[in-house]
């Protein structure tokens, strides 16, 4: 079967699984009934009809949530029916609550056991979540998902980063679940503590909550330093578990659509984006009918490849992950800069351990700094900023003002690292 045919084949799984869900949504969902009301959901023939619906944003499930506290009304089914609640991390504004029933909460598990089989974990495999356990959904589902699979699944909750490396070890873990920034840090620390993790049993490393994975820079110094292979998975608390790197791939990742209907939009326009355009993230998630997104805006960047990937499964591919957040992309002197095009830059010094970017304007201009800092005292810190500089213009055609400041400067982060400030 060609690549068009298996994605005829997908489409029309979604569509049967698109008509269970607005069959079941409609009748009983507050916020999409009242979203809804003057659109015509009677039969639904295509999934293009989809695009005839309007949009649902972060910011009118925040209100929803204000309006109808503590979860909003965006809920399908009974308030008994209910079983999980998780919140958002809250870094960009107010935290929002969200529901599970039981069968959405098995939904979510089902999602982590592709991105385990992807990612080539087995039932043999022991898989430790350097994760703190709190209301943030971060690598909840995850747990439940290596339950699917069988393997082996060992909790990182309320430890240090030392108790974290020990337990790994003492364990004999071969997977690592955590923040991309999280395992440079454990590597790190590692590297101070004498621990040659490289050579630890952990062989596969999956990574969410960030971009970094797919950061090709960072993807390398991960896996360099874990002496494994390092996956990526995008995911959102409100959407579920979507994006998930198979073996075939390096920086690509798909989107799982048996259960997420994607779309790519002009962020502008809101029109759909041409063909392997650039553009927002739109998703539909077609089995979380508790408590469902439809048309949701998601705010992640990305390029779609029609590439069909090696591997055989027939999803969309998104080349480089997530790129960025639409509202990330700065215009400095006329060039268009990513906070992760600047972070594959840095990553390239092994002697830059954690850095922040820093947007500003100076004279009306905008004007772009890094802050690094170096894994230990640096003699000639001045030469290791300019370096970066240098590679900064090559690369990306960017004058940025490079500094640098003492080892043990900046902040650590165990969940979403914040790295880009505008000033
Ligand atoms: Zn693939």
């Excluded at 772009?368 to 370096?387: D, G, H």
Aim: charge should be negative; charged fraction near 25%.
């Amino acid at each position: 079967m060609d690549a068009t045919a298996n994605h005829e084949s997908v489409e029309a799984h979604q569509l049967e699984r698109l008509r269970r869900l607005t069959d079941a949504v409609l009748p009983s969902n507050e916020f999409y009934r009242r979203k809804f009301a003057d659109c015509d959901l009677e039969r639904i023939e295509s999934i293009q009809q989809l695009q005839s619906l309007p949009f649902t944003t972060k910011s009118e499930l925040v209100e929803d949530q204000r309006l109808h506290p503590p979860f909003g009304s965006d809920l399908t089914a009974a308030p008994e029916q209910y079983i999980r609640v998780h919140q958002t991390s809250g870094t960009t504004g107010h935290p929002l609550y969200w529901l599970d029933t039981e069968e959405s909460w098995e939904w979510w598990a089902n999602c982590w056991k592709v991105i385990f089989d992807a990612a080539g974990v087995t039932a043999a495999d022991r898989i430790y979540f350097a994760f703190s356990f709190g209301p943030f959904i971060g690598f909840w589902a995850g747990w439940e998902g290596a339950r699917k699979v069988g393997a082996l699944a060992i909790s990182g909750g309320a430890q240090s980063t030392a108790q974290r490396l020990r337990a790994i070890i003492d364990n004999a873990a071969t997977v690592l679940v955590c923040t991309p920034t999280y395992a440079l840090h454990m590597a790190a620390e590692a590297k101070k503590a004498g621990i040659d993790l490289a050579n630890s049993s952990v062989r596969i490393t999956i990574h969410a909550g960030e971009p970094g994975a797919s950061i090709p820079s960072t993807k390398r110094v991960i896996e360099e330093s874990w002496g494994a292979r390092c996956f990526d998975h995008p995911g959102a608390t409100e959407i579920g578990a979507f994006g998930f790197q198979c073996e075939q791939q390096r920086t690509a990742v798909h989107i799982n659509e048996h259960e997420f209907i994607a779309e790519v939009i002009n962020p502008e326009s809101g029109a759909p984006a041409g063909e392997n355009e650039q553009g927002e993230l739109v998703l539909t998630n077609l089995r979380r009918i508790g408590s469902p997104v439809i048309r949701y805006r998601t705010g992640d960047l990305v390029q779609p490849s029609d590439e069909a990937c090696t591997c055989g499964r027939p999803f969309l591919l998104l080349q480089g992950g997530v790129l960025g957040r639409v509202d990330d992309m700065v215009i400095v002197r006329g060039v268009n800069v990513f906070p992760s095009a600047v972070e594959n830059v840095i990553r390239e010094f092994t002697e830059v351990e954690e850095f922040r970017i820093e947007v500003f304007e100076r004279e009306a201009l905008r004007e772009l700094r890094v802050i690094v800092e170096p894994n230990r005292a640096q003699p000639n810190a001045t030469a290791l900023c300019r370096q970066i500089s240098q590679r900064l213009r090559q690369r990306i055609g960017l004058r940025a003002e490079v500094e640098s400041v003492a080892p043990d400067t900046l902040p650590r982060f165990e969940l979403k690292a914040r790295r880009f400030f505008r000033l």
